[in-house]
């Protein structure tokens, strides 16, 4: 017999779904819509949520997300409240994709879901720290590391969450600049033709664009929430003294605060953009060319600055030490390590990905989930010899 509140949600369901369809009438032509979603498995029906509604739900769910809250953006190793953590960042590239998105009648669903998880793949001490790991997955055999495919790798294998390949596709495309003036999106076929361009891309291919424009939008999200931000963080701890240090072309199209340019960036957007006809997203070439400059600034004055990059050397060897330690607890059998403990057997890890990778991928998989309070905890003990409590009896 069925229950009475089970058989009201059945009831409720079908109306649901109708002004979901509804909703998304209102929508440009080239959105993406609910009917168009595609899984790899389609384990569980879908339910009042949109597919990529519920894609955002898995996303927040999984314990990569949760770990965003102890993963540097740009100013690891330094001791300061008030600068972006990556969990920020991610909540502010969902805000302004989201804002966009609606004002160009976009999927918005669609679009928070890739802007969860397009960072998940990032891993302790930024940009260098997947530097690091990328020279050592290759002496070991196992291509290049890309934080973009570490994301699609996460969220697709390791914790198998059967996102749709709308969602995952979003995320493996939303990074690289070099094409951020206008980009049009790309279909993709299948999940072959999907599989292959995630493939190319751990060679070291380019992603290309997404296959939607949602993932476009938060391509061009991306650098909105952190251009600015970067220059609001770097004034915080003293990188820069005086705002009006940046280009003067930058200036006098953006102004000098981070507000100012994520108001100038959204509405040049979406004056720019064409989601009727055409269908791209894309800035007009003076502030492409004032973002440039910014960009350019930002990577001498912030991210190459001496003052962050002094500790680089300590870093990769920390890489080095975690990554042959573990390498070494996995061949030797030590299942008293935390690669085993903490990764291998634990019970949100899937099963299949176990048994089809390789130990170095395995241990490039686990040190590019840490956290950065873990990474250091972890390094200390493989250096740092053990004290013993109280005596050997």
Do not use: M
């Given at each position: 017999m069925v229950q009475p509140e089970v058989q009201q949600r059945e009831d409720r369901t079908p109306a649901i779904h109708q002004y979901t369809r509804e909703r998304e009438a209102l929508l440009s032509f080239h959105a993406a819509r609910s009917d168009q979603a595609r899984r790899r498995k389609n384990r569980k029906p879908e339910d009042i949520r949109t597919p990529y509604s519920r894609?955002?739900?898995r996303i927040i769910h999984t314990r990569a997300y949760t770990r965003y809250i102890d993963k540097t953006q740009v100013f690891y190793l330094v001791e300061n409240d008030h600068i972006t953590h990556r969990v920020i960042h991610v909540q502010l590239?969902?805000?302004?994709?989201?804002?966009?998105g609606r004002c160009l009648r976009l999927n918005e669903d669609l679009i928070e879901a890739i802007a969860l998880g397009h960072d998940i793949g990032h891993i302790p001490y930024g940009h260098f720290g997947e530097a690091c790991l990328s020279d050592l997955c290759e002496e070991h055999g196992v291509g290049k590391f890309f934080h973009n495919v570490q994301s699609v790798r996460s969220l697709d294998r390791i914790e198998d969450q059967d996102l749709t390949m709308q969602v995952l596709d979003g995320i493996l495309c939303h990074n690289g600049e070099a094409d951020d003036l206008r980009i049009s999106p790309v279909p993709c076929a299948d999940w072959a033709s999907f599989d292959c361009k995630v493939r190319a891309n751990e060679r070291g291919n380019r992603a290309g664009p997404p296959m939607t424009l949602e993932g476009c939008v938060v391509k061009f999200a991306d650098t909105i929430?952190?251009?600015?931000?970067?220059?609001?963080?770097?004034?915080?701890?003293?990188?820069?003294?005086?705002?009006y240090e940046i280009p003067k072309a930058c200036q006098e199209i953006f102004g000098v605060d981070n507000r100012a340019i994520i108001d100038t960036l959204i509405h040049d957007l979406l004056e720019n953009s064409d989601i009727e006809d055409e269908g791209?997203?894309?800035?007009?070439?003076?502030?492409?060319?004032?973002?440039?400059?910014?960009?350019?600034f930002s990577r001498n004055r912030i991210y190459n600055n001496p003052v962050l990059t002094a500790e680089r050397e300590k870093i990769r060897l920390m890489y080095r030490t975690l990554f042959s330690t573990y390498l070494s607890d996995i061949e030797a059998g030590r299942h008293h390590s935390k690669i085993f403990t903490d990764f291998i057997h634990a019970s949100w890890v899937n099963s299949e990905y176990l048994h089809a990778a390789e130990p170095a991928e395995l241990v490039r998989d686990f040190v590019a989930g840490m956290t950065d309070r873990y990474f250091l905890k972890r390094f200390e003990e493989c250096v740092l010899p053990h004290r013993i409590e109280g005596t050997f009896r």
């Open positions: 894609d955002a739900d590239v969902s805000k302004i994709a989201r804002t966009i929430a952190y251009i600015g931000r970067d220059l609001q963080d770097a004034q915080e701890v003293g990188l820069i003294r005086d705002p791209y997203i894309s800035y007009s070439r003076e502030v492409e060319y004032a973002l440039s400059l910014l960009r350019a």
